[in-house]
């Protein structure tokens, strides 16, 4: 078919298609070939097909030979598609009543017909409408939410910055991430990028639109142009699509909106941007044939061969995405084997012609992007909706199409031929090999092999000359333990028991006979073995040497010759299958390459899910992971596993294959002056250059303003730090007498002349009497230790002794290994500094502020000291000590208490069930945590342990919401639902952003719960809930930027953050690690 016949006959083919919607919509039905045959019967009538369907349907299904459509008389569309899903509300066709269904029927194609003559609008029109609906209607309404959610920006435009060349990603307005994965896929084939950009609409296109395939395609075409040459050039991490969707929103009109298959809206895409660029190919080449670029890239041809009742035929036909059934198939090949051949083809290869019909697809022009959709949704007629298929299913990175091109047609059919009957002599090695490795006639089956060495065994072993049940006393109680004793022990035994007990046991050597009888008592872990005395396996109870001699040389003889005859049905059936997987690898047979460049990938179940996409990056040589706003270096192990299937809920629904031959697909465009590389705003004609740079002014403005706003605030911040000081300082003065001592800090007390600065925040305590009495007498011993070891007693002299033992003091307890309820560092500042090698000023001059605190004791050694220390504290120079890195150190302990208190209250409440609570604590201790740790080992705790109760949290509020869900109970299932979209979906990301196994497999768990109850009954208004729901829980994104406030903290003395900590690590780390 010519692209002139294809534009001419589009209107009668989409009518066609019309009618094929409407019968799937009403009769669930999906078998693409039985919908033809039923519209051929009734030549078009849809009351008579739908009743043609439902009498068939009622009856055995038996394929009749008939069903098998003449593609030269029936002209299909260029889709060649397996048909969208139906909807959930599907007409019940089972019942008894047929009044009824006639009547169900009649209304329903008189809405369908009404609905179409009214507006225009095609079925399939308002199904891609509904999902664009959904879109818009989740975006609108992502405005209003209260709480934030995954696909928040972040206040802080530094985070969305790009960084350098990095792809640009694309926000998710609201369930759009089908739409993310399709455009990403297109936009990185670098030719369709530059159709798009340097698309320029049809001259006419200035007046008013005079159709409404311009309205609508036309000013979708520039915002795509917009759209890719934001994606080309901004300075964002991500663009907003949402303008694209509006104008694919005002395409068209519909009440409903309800989700569909996201194949649907690939075609209709492809369709649009077909029709904008056939617009301006018939303006460009008038009175010539029109060649459309579209067309060129993404369509090729096939010629069906086939047999109808015995009459062959031939048609060429166009196609695009290429459909693929998944079910009852292994690998890609076998998929395409299957499109290719339709019933029984014997009487294609024969010279008579028989009564039997089928036909062969045989491409004849391949197109450079050829793209396989892989139908991996069923409509279950049973449950009335459709179901997803999980099956795994292998593709290859590089796919040889020659055996299926027209031009090798015999020679492939030979090889089929040929691989056939290796399959048939397959199957009857299989068979042969099962025989041996599944032996007997009973229902249980071993290897043969293993059948003859048991028997040797038995054979060898020493006879028996008793019967079985002949040393059991039979006068024992059958059920009770007071008869019964302990076996004989064994030698090893007898010789580890006590004297007592060895001579109550008897001689080892003669053992009595009523020993011999005693019924050994089951002792489950401790008894492992049988009594020595007691043969390990039956016995033969009488056999002589020559009859073991002959039996044991046949059954030696016998296990090897099947052993042998095991491995050459093994070696053989090894053989075909290499025959087989190397049948197509001459070079003859590998002549049409073409190379895997995109993998769109679906994760969840038919009514809900989430998209993304694994693209090739040819410059990079590596996948690239396009999820969203992020966009990672990606790995084709990743790819393997998220796109084959079965594995969780994720799997491959399109395949996007480029000719390999044809690099101009993947190739960067030149400057041809210059013959440099184009890259970046290069790319872009002026119009959109214009663009792109107004929205990159906007967004530097943002970050200037951003930045301002930023200075402003530390401004003010320092103003208030200094006034507080000031105002601690005057305080300080006017109390240095007073009878209730100051709180104390190892860094509060600043040199005279110094600007006095505030206790650090980690030591605000709301008792300071038990804490600085704490720290005072650490102080105060080491100072009268000082004075008990040195001789010389200047204030001088005692602080610098006083000063080496509180430091070897500490160093003491930072080389101890304590177990985690025991941390010091949570007592003592110089604790966390030594362990993570503070520099050696930083310790001194720490150190020089415990001894310079006021609130020592008022004896005239100490204050002698405390004015020493003051002293030498004063007469720091700034380069001596780094001020800056001296309060970077103490920040960094203040992160480490704040982190401490964060874990520790998340603990506590998790301990006490109360799980909402602490699941906000365990997020934000884990966070901070894991920033810690990027710094040094010993900057934070254990993130394991912390990994643990964090992802133990979200899923035990993920079980209480999923029990209130089950209810059914109105205020439960609110309540339910609320956890999980305030708390449990938010965190999601957090699990899956580092793509640890046990978070993954936690989600994987979470996930699964509640897809579970797709498949039960339940009230409508549950089931609204759900689907509702269930978008959010599978549609999350791996990044998260804003999230609930931080809990607020409660503050603690160090004796009480100690004491606490030590309680709840001891209570927490009973847990075995294997547990978590």
Same mark, same amino acid.
């Given at each position: 078919?010519?692209?002139?016949?294809?534009?001419?006959?589009?209107?009668?083919?989409?009518?066609?298609?019309?009618?094929?919607?409407?019968?799937?919509?009403?009769?669930?039905?999906?078998?693409?070939?039985?919908?033809?045959?039923?519209?051929?019967?009734?030549?078009?009538?849809?009351?008579?097909?739908?009743?043609?369907?439902?009498?068939? %349907?009622?009856?055995?299904?038996?394929?009749?030979?008939?069903?098998?459509?003449?593609?030269?008389?029936?002209?299909?569309?260029?889709?060649? $598609?397996?048909?969208?899903?139906?909807?959930? %509300?599907?007409?019940?066709?089972?019942?008894?009543?047929?009044?009824?269904?006639?009547?169900?029927?009649?209304?329903?194609?008189?809405?369908?017909?009404?609905?179409?003559?009214? @507006?225009?609008?095609?079925?399939?029109?308002?199904?891609?409408?509904?999902?664009?609906?959904?879109?818009?209607?989740?975006?609108?309404?992502?405005?209003?939410?209260?709480?934030?959610?995954?696909?928040?920006?972040?206040?802080?435009?530094?985070?969305?910055?790009?960084?350098?060349?990095?792809?640009?990603?694309?926000?998710?307005?609201?369930?759009?991430?089908?739409?993310?994965?399709?455009?990403?896929?297109?936009?990185?084939?670098?030719?369709?990028?530059?159709?798009?950009?340097?698309?320029?609409?049809?001259?006419?296109?200035?007046?008013?639109?005079?159709?409404?395939?311009?309205?609508?395609?036309?000013?979708?075409?520039?915002?795509?142009?917009?759209?890719? $040459?934001?994606?080309?050039?901004?300075?964002?991490?991500?663009?907003?699509?949402?303008?694209?969707?509006?104008?694919?929103? +005002?395409?068209?009109?519909?009440?409903?909106?309800?989700?569909?298959?996201?194949?649907?809206?690939?075609?209709?895409?492809?369709?649009?941007?077909?029709?904008?660029?056939?617009?301006?190919?018939?303006?460009?080449?008038?009175?010539?044939?029109?060649?459309?670029?579209?067309?060129?890239?993404?369509?090729?041809?096939?010629?069906?061969?086939?047999?109808?009742?015995?009459?062959?035929?031939?048609?060429?036909?166009?196609?695009?995405?290429?459909?693929?059934?998944?079910?009852?198939?292994? +690998?890609?090949?076998?998929?395409?084997?299957?499109?290719?051949?339709?019933?029984?083809?014997?009487? =294609?290869?024969?010279?008579?012609?028989?009564? !039997?019909?089928?036909?062969?697809?045989?491409?004849?022009?391949?197109?450079?992007?050829?793209?396989?959709?892989?139908?991996?949704?069923?409509?279950?007629?049973?449950?009335?909706?459709?179901?997803?298929?999980?099956?795994?299913?292998?593709?290859?990175?590089?796919?040889?199409?020659?055996?299926?091109?027209?031009?090798? /047609?015999?020679?492939?059919?030979?090889?089929?031929?040929?691989? /056939?009957?290796?399959?048939?002599?397959?199957?009857?090695?299989?068979?042969?090999?099962?025989?041996?490795?599944?032996?007997?006639?009973?229902?249980?089956?071993?290897?043969?092999?293993?059948?003859?060495?048991?028997?040797?065994?038995?054979?060898?072993?020493?006879?028996?000359?008793?019967?079985?049940?002949?040393?059991?006393?039979?006068?024992?109680?059958?059920?009770?333990?007071?008869?019964?004793?302990?076996?004989?022990?064994?030698?090893?035994?007898?010789?580890?028991?006590?004297?007592?007990?060895?001579?109550?046991?008897?001689?080892?050597?003669?053992?009595?006979?009523?020993?011999?009888?005693?019924?050994?008592?089951?002792?489950?872990?401790?008894?492992?073995?049988?009594?020595?005395?007691?043969?390990?396996?039956?016995?033969?109870?009488?056999? @002589?040497?020559?009859?073991?001699?002959?039996?044991?040389?046949?059954?030696?003889?016998?296990?090897?010759?099947?052993?042998?005859?095991?491995?050459?049905?093994?070696?053989?059936?090894?053989?075909?299958?290499?025959?087989?997987?190397?049948?197509?690898?001459?070079?003859?047979?590998?002549?049409?390459?073409?190379?895997?460049?995109?993998?769109?990938?679906?994760?969840?179940?038919? %009514?809900? &899910?989430?998209?993304?996409?694994?693209?090739?990056?040819?410059?990079?040589?590596?996948?690239?992971?396009?999820?969203?706003?992020?966009?990672?270096?990606?790995?084709?192990?990743?790819?393997?596993?998220?796109?084959?299937?079965?594995?969780?809920?994720?799997?491959?629904?399109?395949?996007?294959?480029?000719?390999?031959?044809?690099?101009?697909?993947?190739?960067?465009?030149?400057?041809?002056?210059?013959?440099?590389?184009?890259?970046?705003?290069?790319?872009?004609?002026?119009?959109?250059?214009?663009?792109?740079?107004?929205?990159?002014?906007?967004?530097?403005?943002?970050?200037?303003?951003?930045?301002?706003?930023?200075?402003?605030?530390?401004?003010?911040?320092?103003?208030?730090?200094?006034?507080?000081?000031?105002?601690?300082?005057?305080?300080?003065?006017?109390?240095?007498?007073? $009878?209730?001592?100051?709180?104390?800090?190892?860094?509060?007390?600043?040199?005279?002349?110094?600007?006095?600065?505030?206790?650090?925040?980690?030591?605000?305590?709301?008792?300071?009497?038990? +804490?600085?009495?704490?720290?005072?007498?650490?102080?105060?011993?080491?100072?009268?230790?000082?004075?008990?070891?040195?001789?010389? !007693?200047?204030?001088?002299?005692?602080?610098?002794?006083?000063?080496?033992?509180?430091?070897?003091?500490?160093?003491?307890?930072?080389?101890?290994?304590?177990?985690?309820?025991?941390?010091?560092?949570?007592?003592?500042?110089?604790?966390?500094?030594?362990?993570?090698?503070?520099?050696?000023?930083?310790?001194?001059?720490?150190? =020089?502020?415990?001894?310079?605190?006021?609130?020592?004791?008022?004896?005239?050694?100490?204050?002698?000291?405390? %004015?020493?220390? /003051?002293?030498?504290?004063?007469?720091?120079?700034?380069?001596?000590?780094?001020?800056?890195?001296?309060?970077?150190?103490?920040?960094?302990?203040?992160?480490?208490?704040?982190?401490?208190?964060?874990?520790?209250?998340?603990?506590?409440?998790?301990?006490?069930?109360?799980?909402?609570?602490?699941?906000?604590?365990?997020?934000?201790?884990?966070?901070?945590?894991?920033?810690?740790? =990027?710094?040094?080992?010993?900057?934070?705790?254990?993130?394991?342990?912390? &990994?643990?109760?964090? !992802?133990?949290?979200?899923?035990?509020?993920?079980?209480?919401?999923?029990?209130?869900?089950?209810?059914?109970?109105?205020?439960?299932?609110?309540?339910?639902?609320?956890?999980?979209?305030?708390?449990?979906?938010?965190?999601?990301?957090?699990?899956?952003?580092?793509?640890?196994?046990?978070?993954?497999?936690?989600?994987?768990?979470?996930?699964?719960?509640?897809?579970?109850?797709?498949?039960?009954?339940?009230?409508?208004?549950?089931?609204?809930?759900?689907?509702?729901?269930?978008?959010?829980?599978?549609?999350?994104?791996?990044?998260?930027?804003?999230?609930?406030?931080?809990?607020?903290?409660?503050?603690?003395?160090?004796?009480?953050?100690?004491?606490?900590?030590?309680?709840?690590?001891?209570?927490?780390?009973?847990?075995?690690?294997?547990?978590?």
């Amino acid at each position: 078919m010519t692209v002139e016949q294809n534009v001419l006959q589009q209107h009668s083919q989409k009518h066609q298609q019309t009618l094929l919607n409407q019968l799937r919509e009403v009769t669930g039905t999906t078998d693409v070939q039985l919908l033809q045959q039923a519209l051929q019967v009734s030549n078009g009538d849809l009351a008579e097909a739908v009743a043609f369907l439902t009498e068939k %349907n009622a009856k055995v299904p038996q394929q009749d030979e008939t069903t098998y459509y003449q593609t030269s008389q029936v002209a299909s569309d260029r889709y060649i $598609s397996v048909g969208s899903q139906a909807d959930t %509300n599907v007409i019940d066709l089972t019942g008894d009543d047929k009044d009824d269904l006639q009547r169900a029927i009649a209304l329903s194609l008189e809405e369908s017909n009404r609905a179409f003559r009214e @507006t225009g609008i095609t079925d399939e029109e308002q199904a891609i409408s509904r999902v664009l609906e959904a879109s818009i209607a989740e975006n609108k309404a992502s405005l209003k939410r209260t709480h934030t959610e995954v696909w928040s920006d972040s206040p802080n435009p530094h985070d969305r910055k790009r960084i350098d060349s990095c792809p640009v990603g694309l926000k998710n307005v609201g369930n759009t991430c089908w739409f993310s994965a399709v455009i990403q896929s297109l936009f990185n084939l670098l030719e369709f990028q530059r159709l798009v950009l340097n698309y320029s609409p049809p001259a006419r296109v200035h007046d008013l639109p005079r159709n409404q395939k311009e309205h609508r395609n036309l000013p979708f075409m520039q915002e795509l142009r917009n759209l890719f $040459s934001l994606m080309v050039g901004s300075k964002r991490k991500y663009v907003d699509p949402s303008r694209a969707v509006e104008i694919l929103k +005002d395409a068209f009109k519909s009440s409903e909106s309800q989700q569909q298959d996201v194949s649907e809206f690939t075609h209709k895409l492809l369709d649009w941007l077909e029709d904008a660029f056939q617009m301006k190919a018939e303006e460009d080449r008038e009175g010539e044939k029109p060649k459309n670029p579209m067309v060129e890239l993404f369509y090729g041809r096939f010629l069906a061969v086939g047999v109808l009742e015995g009459k062959k035929f031939e048609n060429t036909e166009m196609f695009g995405q290429y459909p693929l059934q998944v079910n009852g198939f292994k +690998d890609l090949h076998e998929c395409l084997e299957a499109a290719m051949i339709e019933g029984e083809i014997e009487s =294609l290869h024969s010279a008579e012609n028989s009564a !039997r019909s089928g036909q062969e697809h045989w491409f004849t022009e391949l197109p450079p992007v050829l793209t396989f959709e892989l139908s991996r949704f069923e409509f279950n007629q049973a449950l009335g909706r459709p179901e997803k298929i999980h099956n795994k299913l292998e593709f290859p990175s590089m796919l040889y199409m020659d055996r299926y091109m027209d031009r090798n /047609r015999e020679i492939t059919r030979i090889k089929r031929e040929e691989i /056939r009957r290796l399959k048939e002599h397959l199957t009857l090695l299989q068979q042969r090999l099962e025989r041996y490795l599944s032996y007997g006639s009973g229902p249980k089956r071993f290897p043969l092999a293993d059948v003859l060495q048991y028997a040797m065994e038995f054979a060898s072993s020493k006879p028996v000359c008793t019967s079985p049940v002949e040393d059991i006393d039979s006068s024992a109680p059958p059920g009770g333990t007071t008869g019964q004793q302990l076996p004989p022990p064994s030698t090893a035994e007898q010789d580890s028991l006590p004297p007592l007990e060895s001579s109550a046991s008897g001689p080892t050597t003669a053992p009595t006979a009523a020993q011999q009888q005693r019924v050994p008592i089951h002792k489950p872990f401790t008894q492992s073995r049988l009594p020595p005395d007691l043969p390990m396996h039956p016995a033969p109870r009488h056999i @002589t040497e020559e009859e073991l001699r002959v039996l044991e040389g046949c059954l030696h003889r016998w296990r090897s010759e099947v052993e042998n005859d095991t491995r050459d049905l093994q070696g053989s059936i090894t053989r075909i299958h290499r025959t087989i997987e190397l049948m197509y690898s001459d070079k003859s047979m590998m002549q049409v390459p073409y190379r895997l460049h995109a993998v769109l990938v679906h994760e969840g179940q038919a %009514n809900a &899910g989430h998209y993304w996409a694994y693209i090739y990056d040819p410059h990079q040589r590596c996948w690239m992971k396009y999820n969203d706003i992020s966009v990672t270096k990606s790995s084709w192990e990743e790819l393997v596993r998220d796109s084959f299937g079965g594995y969780r809920n994720a799997s491959a629904y399109c395949l996007m294959y480029i000719n390999d031959k044809k690099p101009f697909l993947i190739e960067e465009e030149f400057d041809k002056e210059t013959g440099q590389i184009l890259s970046g705003m290069d790319k872009l004609p002026p119009d959109l250059k214009h663009y792109v740079k107004e929205d990159n002014e906007l967004f530097d403005k943002e970050i200037e303003e951003w930045d301002a706003l930023q200075a402003r605030k530390a401004q003010q911040e320092k103003l208030a730090l200094a006034t507080a000081a000031a105002a601690a300082a005057a305080a300080s003065a006017t109390s240095t007498s007073s $009878s209730s001592p100051q709180p104390m800090s190892i860094e509060s007390s600043p040199p005279d002349n110094a600007a006095p600065q505030q206790d650090p925040e980690y030591m605000e305590q709301p008792s300071p009497t038990n +804490d600085s009495k704490h720290l005072q007498e650490d102080t105060e011993r080491a100072i009268s230790r000082a004075a008990a070891e040195q001789e010389e !007693r200047s204030p001088e002299a005692l602080l610098n002794a006083a000063i080496k033992l509180e430091y070897a003091r500490l160093l003491r307890f930072a080389q101890e290994d304590t177990p985690p309820e025991n941390d010091y560092r949570l007592q003592h500042i110089i604790v966390y500094f030594i362990q993570n090698q503070a520099p050696k000023k930083i310790l001194e001059r720490t150190l =020089l502020t415990q001894f310079a605190d006021r609130n020592l004791a008022f004896d005239e050694r100490c204050k002698s000291i405390m %004015n020493v220390a /003051r002293a030498k504290l004063d007469v720091i120079k700034p380069e001596e000590v780094n001020m800056d890195e001296y309060e970077m150190w103490h920040q960094a302990y203040r992160n480490f208490r704040e982190t401490t208190v964060f874990m520790m209250s998340g603990l506590e409440l998790f301990q006490k069930t109360n799980y909402v609570e602490a699941l906000m604590y365990l997020i934000y201790s884990y966070q901070y945590n894991k920033e810690l740790l =990027l710094k040094g080992l010993y900057r934070g705790h254990d993130e394991e342990l912390l &990994g643990h109760y964090r !992802r133990e949290c979200l899923l035990k509020l993920n079980e209480q919401a999923a029990a209130m869900f089950e209810s059914g109970e109105e205020p439960e299932v609110t309540t339910g639902l609320g956890i999980m979209n305030e708390l449990v979906v938010p965190c999601i990301p957090l699990l899956l952003v580092h793509d640890a196994e046990r978070d993954l497999l936690a989600v994987e768990d979470m996930r699964n719960r509640w897809c579970s109850y797709l498949g039960q009954e339940m009230e409508s208004n549950l089931q609204e809930k759900l689907t509702d729901f269930l978008p959010k829980l599978l549609d999350c994104s791996t990044e998260i930027k804003s999230f609930h406030d931080p809990p607020k903290l409660p503050t603690y003395s160090t004796l009480e953050l100690c004491e606490r900590f030590g309680r709840i690590m001891a209570a927490v780390c009973r847990v075995p690690t294997e547990g978590r």
